[in-house]
C-alpha cells in the first residue's frame, strides 16, 4: 500500500504530478510520500498493540533528517549500526533512551559515545566487545547496558549477501557462546545485563524463520532463568520483506502474531528493528530517459540514473518494478533493459524483462526505492550525490539538495611536495 498513483495519465505522489516535481528539483531524484510512511509506521506500530514494546526504526535503511525527524514525532526508537547514525538520531531529537545499537565493528570512541548519551542498550556482538564495552563503562564510571546478540542459525531464506542469522555468518554468537558470554557479563560490576537480541536478515517474506528464530532465544532466556540471569528486553531485530513483483510477505500483523505467540508467558519489553517494511515502498527514484539504444541482441534504454544512486539490482539482483510517469508509455511494453551512465556492466536498473516505451525525455519511476536506495548510493565516477523531495498532500518540499560539483572536491587538499 502506498500513495503512488496515476490521475489523468500522469503519475502522482499524493497530489503533487511526478513530472512537476522534475521540472523544478531536475532529475533524478528520490521522492517520497509522507502519508505512506506515516501510514507504514503506525500501521507496523499498533500491530504490536497489549504488548509493551519499542519500536526501533532502523537508520540504515534511510537516514536523512527529515525522515529520521518524522520518525523520532511518531514516537519511534532508533535501530543505529554507527556512531554517525547515533549522531544523525540525536539531530533528529530522538530519545537517547530509545535508541539499541547493534553491529560487529563499534571502536571505543563509538562505544563511548553511545554510553555518553545514555542509550537503551548496545547489541553486543563478540566477547572481546564486551570486554571493551565494560572498560569503557569502568573509566567512564557508569554501568553499559548491553544485549547479547544470538545468531540462531535459522535460514531466512533471502538473499544470501542479506542472511545474517546462519551459522557462517559473521553476526551474533551462537546459543552456547552467548550463554558463556553472559555468565562474563553478569559477573562485570560495569555490565547491567539488560535483554537478548537476534537479527536474521533482511526482506524476509515469511513468517517461519522470525518463528523459528524466537523459539531458539526462549530456550536461552529459560537457561539464563535458571542462572538467575533475567532477560527484561527481547530484542528480535528487523527484516520483515516487502513485495518488489509478487512476493507476499506476511501483513505485520500476521507478523505480529508469530512475534506475540513466541513471547507468551515471558515477562519482558519487546524491541523490534524494521527498517525496509516502513520505507520502502514509500520512496521511489525519478530518472529521465536520454537515449534509445539498439544493440544485435538487446535493446538498451539509457537513463541518467545510475548503479551509484540505486545499487540494489547491480548488488544483489533485486528488481524494482518501473512505470512510466506518463501513463501512456506503459501501454506499449518493450523488451530493453534500462542502463545507466556508469561505465559498467552491472550498471543496469532493470534486465530482460519487458518495460514501459518510454521516448527520450520521458521521466520514469523505479517504484519501491525508499529502503537502502539513498543510504547505499555513492559518488563513483564523480557522479552528484541525489537530492531527496518528501511530498505531503498537495505540497512539496526538497529535503537534501542535489549535491554540487564542489561538494565532489570539498575536503580534499593536494601536497606541498606536489
Ligand atoms: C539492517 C538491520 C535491520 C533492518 O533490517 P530491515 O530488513 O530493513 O528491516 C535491523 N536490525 C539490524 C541489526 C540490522 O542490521
Known amino acids: 500500500m502506498h500513495h503512488f498513483h496515476y490521475v489523468n495519465g500522469a503519475l502522482c505522489c ?6 512537476d516535481i522534475a521540472d523544478r528539483v531536475g532529475t533524478p531524484f528520490y521522492l517520497y510520500s509522507h502519508a505512506t510512511l506515516t501510514r507504514h509506521f503506525n500501521a507496523f506500530d499498533q500491530a504490536f498493540d497489549g504488548i509493551d514494546r519499542l519500536v526501533c526504526y532502523s537508520a540504515k535503511a534511510n537516514s536523512s533528517q527529515a525522515i529520521l525527524t518524522l ?17 544523525r538520531g540525536l539531530k533528529a531529537d530522538f530519545d537517547p533512551a530509545k535508541i539499541v545499537y547493534s553491529g560487529v565493528g563499534k571502536t571505543a570512541a563509538e562505544i563511548d559515545s553511545a554510553l555518553e548519551h545514555g542509550i537503551c542498550m548496545l547489541n553486543v556482538e563478540s566477547r572481546s566487545e564486551l570486554e571493551l564495552i565494560n572498560q569503557r563503562a569502568t573509566l567512564m564510571g557508569c554501568r553499559a547496558p548491553i544485549a547479547v546478540r544470538v545468531n540462531p542459525d535459522v535460514d531466512p531464506k533471502t538473499h544470501p549477501y542479506i542472511s545474517t542469522g546462519l551459522k557462517k555468518n559473521k553476526f551474533g554468537l551462537t546459543s552456547q557462546a552467548a550463554l558463556d558470554v553472559y555468565r562474563d557479563a553478569h559477573r562485570m560490576a560495569h555490565i547491567d545485563v539488560k535483554g537478548i537480541d537476534c537479527h536474521i536478515g533482511s526482506q524476509i517474506t515469511e513468517a517461519g524463520p522470525f518463528r523459528d528464530a524466537l523459539l531458539r532465544l526462549r530456550g536461552l532466556i529459560d537457561q539464563l532463568a535458571r542462572e538467575k540471569i533475567a532477560i527484561r528486553v527481547v530484542d528480535v531485530g528487523g527484516g520483515l520483506g ?36 516502513i520505507v520502502g515502498n514509500a520512496g521511489v527514484l525519478v530518472t529521465r530517459v536520454l537515449y534509445r539504444k539498439e544493440g544485435d541482441h538487446k535493446s538498451f534504454m539509457v537513463v541518467d540514473a545510475g548503479m551509484n544512486d540505486l545499487i540494489r539490482p547491480s548488488l544483489y539482483d533485486a528488481h524494482h518494478d518501473v512505470w512510466p510517469v506518463s ?7 518493450v523488451r530493453a533493459d534500462i542502463v545507466g551512465p556508469i561505465c559498467e556492466t552491472g550498471d543496469f536498473l532493470s534486465r530482460d ?8 525525455g520521458d521521466l520514469l519511476a523505479v517504484m519501491s526505492a525508499g529502503a537502502y536506495g539513498f543510504t ?16 505531503r498532500n498537495d505540497a512539496f518540499d526538497i529535503i537534501r539538495k542535489r549535491q554540487t560539483y564542489d561538494d565532489l572536491i570539498a575536503g580534499e587538499s593536494v601536497p606541498d611536495f606536489l
Open 242 to 277: 516487502i513485495t518488489y513483483r509478487d512476493e507476499q510477505p506476511p501483513h505485520p500483523k500476521a507478523y505480529a502474531d508469530a512475534i506475540r505467540e513466541g513471547l507468551a508467558g515471558l515477562d519482558v519489553r519487546l524491541v523490534l528493528e524494521p527498517g525496509r517494511v
Open 353 to 360: 524483462r519487458e518495460v514501459p516505451d518510454a521516448p527520450p
Open 71 to 87: 520518525f523520532a514525532r511518531l514516537g519511534s526508537g532508533l535501530d543505529i549500526v554507527s556512531g554517525g547514525e547515533l549522531f
Open 327 to 333: 501513463e501512456a508509455a506503459g501501454q506499449r511494453p
Open 14 to 19: 499524493e497530489g503533487v504530478r511526478i513530472e
Open 376 to 391: 547505499m548510493a555513492s559518488n563513483y565516477c564523480s557522479r552528484l550525490r541525489l537530492p531527496e523531495v518528501m511530498v
